[in-house]
């Protein structure tokens, strides 16, 4: 199985991403190199893979360079290479970029993948059983007009694919789940096709058409990483898939007073404070805080340096380094580094009728598929005390959000946001 590498695509411009794609250091990144649970999100789909035997890697990266500089400070047993994509010009070119790199079999996928050893394990057995120039995976859907799909063949083979077909006219129910086993013969196949960003899904169609496939429905589902509240899919993903039992560092600080109840993972120096309740899946980070009467559950991560004051409640969210919160309620939220929030301040997470989270992307209103769903907050934002954030709002980065302000809307980064408050003195009859 050497000759087998898996190629991570981390190379695209993340801006579906924003405000989470802006890094401390005031330059876009890569949405695979944010830190969950005390890794890059890429190393844990590194690691997810070598649980399936795979020890080469060729991850596929932007002149920027910030994936390897996520990595470089991990020690990881497998090899490691990275190539550039100059310019966001799809995923065809960027397996491509990848291509002296290869041998005569390969996999394909984006680096989102804590669990991507139950379906790159079942890819491997098939393609030792039978050979097949192509295996790839696919699930049921109910909605096959809002992904692409796989064109099948009387044996139930693949024979095409088809991207986001009309309504009514959908070749199968069969969505592509975007982890590809592929034969070099690929790179034949997209030398033949035009260039442009859907190059990749033009070529597989025809080496599909032409060439032996095998199609495995998988019955679980894995995670996606296109929009910033994908972070919470993906904090769940990896404290199931890898934190089944919890433990805490012998070099933390719990109070006796403290309640921890589930799978909680306490890493070194982090402090639980009196009648703190910590209640699983959770993970503490190296230094993080949990401060007196605070709350927090249900799969939320909070990461190295994060201080929770007393009285907070935090539940399902995402606090990446550095982030400090006063007392408030934070619901399916996340708050990227250095973000300081005031006391009294609450994330609502919840329509008052009850149905799915709107958020607008790109300018795009998108039904996020969410009924709780927080705000997402970029890099060094400050918000003041007794603000309201309303559900799925974005606010960017390195913004000042004035007190008692309500955020109805998505703020840009890099402004100051505050409601304009009039005083009134009303006189009163005797």
């Not at 990881?76 to 190539?83: E, G, K, L, S, W």
């Not at 699930?139 to 099948?152: D, H, M, S």
Request: glycine content about 8%.
């Amino acid at each position: 199985m050497r000759n087998i590498k898996a190629v991570l695509l981390a190379a695209g411009e993340s801006s579906r991403f924003w405000p989470l794609n802006e890094a401390p250091s005031g330059k876009t990144r890569h949405k695979s190199t944010i830190k969950i649970a005390g890794k890059p999100i890429i190393l844990w789909t590194i690691l997810s893979l070598m649980k399936a035997g795979i020890k080469d890697f060729v991850v596929v990266q932007s002149p920027s360079g910030d994936v390897e500089k996520a990595l470089e400070s991990y020690d990881v047993d497998a090899t490691i290479d990275f190539v550039v994509q100059e310019k966001p010009a799809g995923m065809g070119d960027a397996v491509e970029k990848a291509r002296e790199l290869v041998d005569d079999y390969f996999l394909v996928l984006n680096p989102n993948h804590a669990d991507a050893h139950h379906f790159v394990k079942s890819m491997l057995d098939v393609w030792k059983r039978k050979k097949p120039d192509t295996v790839v995976v696919g699930r049921k859907t109910e909605a096959p007009w809002n992904y692409g799909v796989f064109v099948l063949g009387e044996d139930g083979k693949p024979v095409g694919l088809v991207e986001k077909p009309e309504k009514g006219k959908e070749p199968s129910n069969i969505r592509i789940m975007g982890i590809y086993l592929l034969s070099s013969k690929f790179f034949d196949y997209h030398k033949k096709v035009s260039k442009h960003h859907y190059s990749y899904e033009e070529a597989l169609d025809a080496m599909l058409k032409k060439e032996s496939a095998e199609l495995m429905i998988m019955e679980r589902e894995t995670t996606t990483l296109k929009f910033p509240w994908h972070v919470l899919d993906f904090a769940r993903s990896v404290l199931d898939e890898w934190f089944r039992d919890g433990w805490i560092s012998d070099d933390a600080s719990i109070s006796e007073r403290a309640v921890i109840e589930g799978n909680v993972m306490v890493e070194s120096g982090a402090k639980i404070m009196e009648n703190a309740v910590i209640k699983g899946p959770a993970y503490i980070g190296r230094n993080a805080v949990v401060g007196t009467n605070a709350l927090v559950r249900d799969y939320t991560v909070l990461e190295e340096d994060v201080v929770v004051g007393a009285n907070a409640e935090v539940t399902r969210s995402a606090f990446l380094d550095g982030v400090h919160v006063h007392s408030g309620f934070f619901g399916d939220t996340v708050l990227a580094e250095e973000v300081k929030v005031g006391a009294g301040t609450i994330f609502a997470n919840v329509r008052l009728d009850r149905k799915n989270i709107m958020a607008e992307v790109k300018g795009k209103k998108i039904d996020t598929g969410r009924r709780k769903l927080g705000g997402i907050v970029g890099v060094n934002t400050k918000i003041g005390i007794n603000c309201s954030i309303m559900p799925g709002k974005m606010v960017g980065s390195n913004v000042v959000v004035g007190p008692a302000t309500l955020v109805d809307e998505n703020v840009p980064s890099n402004v100051l946001y505050f409601t304009k408050g009039e005083k009134m003195v009303v006189k009163r009859e005797r």
